[in-house]
């Protein structure tokens, strides 16, 4: 018995959609490559850029605590991001005594989320924290020239840097004094959850990669 051609062929709709979905694997790679880009400079203003920055969710003795850090370094292969923060900030003391973290980032224009849960470890005075500092250029120096430290109460609005500076930025030089207040915050990650928002459906994966690798997807 022939089957009819049309009762063979799905709606076009449906069609475009099932060759427009990745398999796990491609998901999981462009999703990294994603993170990679937000690291680089745009060539163009059209570039997303949504993944710059990210929410960094950590455990204190009180309860959590939540801020927005910059996305500073990817290693997709070695599942490493990389931020970086004052050594004297709050964040510092809990994620020493709570290396367990969550990461959250959000592309607007996409409607993507990543979560990764990571295991996060603090680089002061070591080859990693000089090597990062060495790559920094002097306008990103400048917010480790604080005299104050983060967070501590003052009498009026602090700009985060001597105040004399101003808008100016300092020499290669100047800048070397906020070496001693630079953090480097390597997180090794341990899993990343994938969410894309769309009224044509969502769709949501889990990564994980430690303790063993697995990709799974989930029910949004
Ligand atoms: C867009 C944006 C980017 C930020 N990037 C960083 C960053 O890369 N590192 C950092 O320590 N703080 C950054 N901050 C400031 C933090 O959100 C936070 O206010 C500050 O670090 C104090 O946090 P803590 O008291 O939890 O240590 C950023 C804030 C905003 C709004």
């Not at 224009?109 to 070591?126: A, M, N, S």
């Amino acid at each position: 018995m022939s089957i009819p051609k049309e009762a063979n062929t799905l709606p076009s709709d449906t069609q475009e959609r099932t060759q427009a979905t990745p398999t796990l694997a491609e998901l999981e790679g462009t999703s990294w490559q994603q993170l990679i880009q937000a690291t680089e400079r745009s060539e163009s203003q059209s570039d997303s850029k949504g993944f710059k920055t990210m929410t960094l969710a950590t455990s204190t003795s009180r309860g959590a605590d939540a801020r927005i850090v910059v996305l500073r370094r990817v290693d997709a292969a070695r599942k490493y991001v990389w931020f970086y923060t004052d050594a004297r900030a709050e964040k510092v003391i809990q994620m020493e005594a709570f290396p367990a973290a969550t990461l959250l980032f959000w592309d607007d224009k996409q409607q993507i989320q990543f979560r990764l849960t990571v295991e996060t470890r603090l680089h002061t005075d070591d080859y990693i924290a000089d090597e990062h500092w060495q790559a920094l250029w002097v306008g990103a120096r400048k917010a480790y020239l604080s005299e104050q430290i983060p967070g501590s109460e003052q009498p009026g609005p602090y700009p985060g840097f001597p105040e004399q500076m101003g808008d100016t930025l300092p020499t290669n030089e100047e800048s070397e004094a906020g070496r001693k207040n630079f953090a480097v915050i390597e997180c090794r990650v341990l899993a990343m959850e994938y969410l894309r928002l769309s009224p044509s459906g969502q769709a949501r994966a889990h990564f994980q990669y430690e303790p063993e690798s697995r990709m799974v997807w989930l029910a949004p």
